[in-house]
């Protein structure tokens, strides 16, 4: 595992692509989670957070899934509303849009699932977000749903734009969120299309995964969510925007 793990981490720190021979060991998802930790020990890096992707059935077709997955996002990687945010150009560079939440209160590791009322109360804030995806991995991303674990999810940072008032959180899942690239409309989805009955069920589902393997979700944690608007390539030289329903927008530019 420390050879994938090693390089992995280099292709994150210093471009590049990962080829499958040094990543042969990753051959289920457990591995994958354990490759995921071991990277952050090597680096000694910190978590923002985390990202919840393959939550739609496309998804999960497409990557070779029957569930959804997670993965951390690195302290250094969350980017404020309207930043200029750096790509990897020789990397796959894609963008999600998606609510992120931040947590208030931690959820501590228990046997039981939590409630969405539970989950409700331990909610700080909901934010329009983009989730950088980048795929470090020389065979790509159809079918390699292990590797794309051990790659941190793919993620390679978030942008944090504006908030979504509480009064409009019981209705998350029906908010229409418009994407747009250099100021043309790109891509269209609501909440429902992250395939949760509501879009905070996605962190009960994170906590459970946390507490099973003992790293419980903290106050300040960031949840992402899972895409909006699909998964779209990316380019340095380009302007995105995301409308959340005229309650919230995000944007960048990316270098």
């Known amino acids: 595992m420390t050879k994938a793990a090693f390089a992995l981490l280099n ?9 499958p021979d040094a990543l042969e060991a990753v051959t289920d998802l457990e591995t994958a989670y354990r490759v995921q930790a071991e990277q952050l020990v090597l680096s000694g890096e910190s978590v923002s957070g985390w990202k919840i992707g393959a939550t739609s059935a496309a998804a999960k077709q497409v990557l070779g899934l029957d569930t959804a997955v997670f993965g951390p996002v690195a302290d250094g990687t969350v980017h404020e509303d309207a930043s ?13 849009s998606e609510f992120t939440v931040r947590l208030a209160k931690d959820l501590p590791e228990r046997e039981e699932p939590y409630t969405f009322a539970e989950i409700l109360d331990a909610i700080g804030s909901v934010q329009a977000s983009f989730e950088v995806v980048t795929c470090r991995l020389q065979s790509g991303l159809a079918g390699a749903g292990n590797l794309v674990v051990a790659d941190f999810g793919v993620n390679g940072g978030a942008v944090l734009g504006q908030p979504i008032a509480r009064e409009h959180w019981e209705n998350l899942s ?13 891509a269209e989805g609501t909440g429902a299309g992250t395939g949760w009955g509501h879009v905070f069920d996605a962190v009960a589902w994170l906590a ?21 608007t699909g998964v779209l390539p990316i380019k340095p030289g380009q302007i995105l925007e995301a409308d959340f329903g005229g309650l919230a927008s995000v944007r960048a530019t990316f270098t």
Do not use: H, W, Y
Request: aromatic share 2%; proline share 7%; glycine share 10%.
């Open 174 to 186: 029906d908010i229409t969120v418009v994407l747009s690239v250099d100021g043309e409309q790109a």
């Open 208 to 228: 459970a995964q946390q507490s099973k393997m003992s790293r419980p979700l903290k106050a300040g944690d960031l949840v992402m969510t899972g895409t909006c």
């Open 11 to 19: 292709a994150r720190k210093n471009g590049g692509l990962v080829p």
């Open 84 to 96: 200029e945010v750096p790509l990897q150009p020789e990397q796959g560079n894609f963008i999600e």
